[in-house]
């Protein structure tokens, strides 16, 4: 673990005005950490604008201050265009791509800070502090709490902490380091109760969400000796559901928890065309490796990339291909 450049900390605590970003389709780490650190900053005395590309889906609108986000660009350029220092943040973003179809215009604010965890990240903004030994941004946006010396709001801490538990799949996964861990007691402590967080992020299903996941549980199949696994999500399935894209967050892991799986693909069609990829890998087989050579990232055990021009059969052909290449070639 790395410790918090120095110019970060100075940017942060001389800046008057923060734009925090995100990426898109933000998961519970993206918006755990942009709304905690929102109302950290905030109580440093900055005013800040919490921006997102789309409204909050219904999996995550139970976290404390996501009604005061705002998708309006034009909103976040009269904000930033005062006489007065402006910062802008990009939190758990590990590519500038993935900053959304307003990017070139958020990129502009200047200087632009990067906070990240993403292995593979991809350098960009004028400054960033960026440590792949961390479990979450929100882990990292504790400790830069405790660097600036700012007051940890109950709703801060309980936006930390789902974003902490979310990226380490309820402190499961191998990046939950012993600092995660004290970390999510430092955040118990100011008032969380984990019993709460973990009922509003798992036991907080729609009906439509539950019926999206029988179609797409159905389309299992598996290869290479039940070793690789492989479900897909088509937008008539999102139709015929009633349900949101968002709410095929989380599908994979149940392909993924097949005792002989090694790795598990879910091929998501979208509404507006485009095919998206997400993997999850058990074990040794580096996923991040496999989303690179498709243009993506992430990290070794989770990790995703797009196609805009292929059909779905088109990628599943493709995926199933660099799978089975990465499991029989002993991809560790
Ligand atoms: P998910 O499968 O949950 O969408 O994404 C898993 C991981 O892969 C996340 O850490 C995410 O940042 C990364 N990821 C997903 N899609 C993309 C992509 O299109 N490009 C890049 N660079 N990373 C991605
Ligand atoms: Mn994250």
Same mark, same amino acid.
């Given at each position: 673990?790395n410790? %918090?450049p ?5 940017? =942060? ?13 933000p998961? !519970?780490?993206?918006?755990g950490?942009? &709304? ?6 905030? !109580? &440093?005395?900055?005013?800040?604008f919490?921006?997102?590309? $789309? ?5 995550l609108?139970?976290?404390?201050g ?14 930033? !265009?005062?006489d007065? /220092? ?12 993935r900053l959304?179809?307003n990017?070139? $215009?958020?990129?502009? %604010? +200047?200087?632009f ?13 004028d400054? +960033?502090?960026?440590d792949?030994?961390?479990?979450s ?5 504790y400790?830069l ?6 007051? %940890? ?5 309980f ?7 979310t990226?380490? !799949? ?23 109760r984990?019993?709460?967080?973990a ?12 019926r999206?996941m029988?179609?797409?549980l159905s ?12 479900? /897909?999500?088509?937008?008539?399935? =999102?139709?015929?559901?009633?349900? $949101? ?9 149940y392909?993924?928890a ?8 879910l ?6 065309g485009?095919? +998206?990829?997400?993997?999850r890998a ?6 991040? /490796? ?6 993506g990232?992430?990290?070794r ?8 021009d ?9 995926? %199933?291909?660099? =799978? ?8 560790d």
């Amino acid at each position: 673990m790395n410790t %918090i450049p120095e110019n970060v900390v100075e940017t =942060l605590l001389a800046a008057d005005r923060v734009v925090l970003v995100t990426h898109v389709h933000p998961d !519970g780490d993206a918006l755990g950490s942009l &709304l905690g650190f929102a109302e950290i900053l905030e !109580g &440093l005395g900055k005013k800040v604008f919490r921006y997102l590309e $789309e409204p909050v889906s219904n999996l995550l609108d139970f976290l404390p201050g996501c009604d005061r986000a705002e998708t309006d660009p034009a909103a976040v350029e009269s904000f930033a !265009g005062v006489d007065e /220092r402006v910062v802008a943040v990009s939190l758990d973003c590990g590519d500038s791509e993935r900053l959304g179809k307003n990017k070139d $215009e958020l990129l502009k %604010i +200047s200087p632009f800070l990067v906070i990240d965890h993403h292995r593979g990240h991809r350098t960009f903004g004028d400054m +960033s502090w960026v440590d792949c030994d961390r479990s979450s941004t929100g882990e990292m946006i504790y400790e830069l709490a405790l660097r600036l010396d700012a007051n %940890i709001s109950p709703d801060s801490a309980f936006n930390l902490y789902v974003a902490i538990t979310t990226d380490t !799949g309820s402190f499961r996964y191998e990046n939950t380091s012993p600092r995660t861990h004290r970390i999510a007691a430092e955040l118990q402590e100011k008032g969380v109760r984990p019993e709460v967080v973990a009922n509003l992020v798992y036991d907080n299903f729609t009906l439509q969400r539950l019926r999206l996941m029988e179609k797409v549980l159905s389309t299992l199949t598996l290869f290479e000796d039940d070793q690789l696994a492989l479900i /897909r999500a088509t937008a008539q399935m =999102l139709k015929e559901s009633g349900a $949101e894209s968002a709410d095929l967050e989380g599908f994979i892991n149940y392909p993924r928890a097949l005792r002989t799986v090694k790795v598990a693909a879910l091929i998501k069609e979208g509404a507006a065309g485009g095919v +998206s990829v997400s993997l999850r890998a058990k074990g040794e087989c580096d996923v991040a /490796r496999v989303a690179a050579g498709f243009g993506g990232g992430g990290h070794r055990n989770a990790s995703g990339f797009r196609f805009s021009d292929k059909s779905v059969e088109e990628v599943e052909q493709l995926v %199933i291909r660099a =799978l089975k290449d990465a499991i029989g070639h002993g991809n560790d």
